[in-house]
């Protein structure tokens, strides 16, 4: 996407991908995303910590996503 290769597994992955390589996308894709997820009524919180924890980025997770929720 953008120039940035990414598995899509479900929303709740994606998102962690995103910000685990948001200095590879584009700031308003990145923006998008974010906004996406945030307003997304089928999200599942418990799935991106999860996700966040195996991928080490918790502390990125809770900074970006953490003062939407």
Do not use: H
């Amino acid at each position: 996407y953008d120039g940035c290769t990414m598995k899509i597994f479900d929303c709740d992955r994606l998102i962690c991908e995103c910000i685990r390589n948001e200095n590879k996308m584009d700031r308003e894709t990145y923006n998008k995303a974010i906004q996406g997820y945030v307003n997304d009524p089928q999200k599942s919180i418990a799935n991106l910590i999860e996700y966040a924890k195996k991928r080490k980025i918790l502390k990125k997770v809770t900074d970006r996503i953490g003062v939407w929720l």
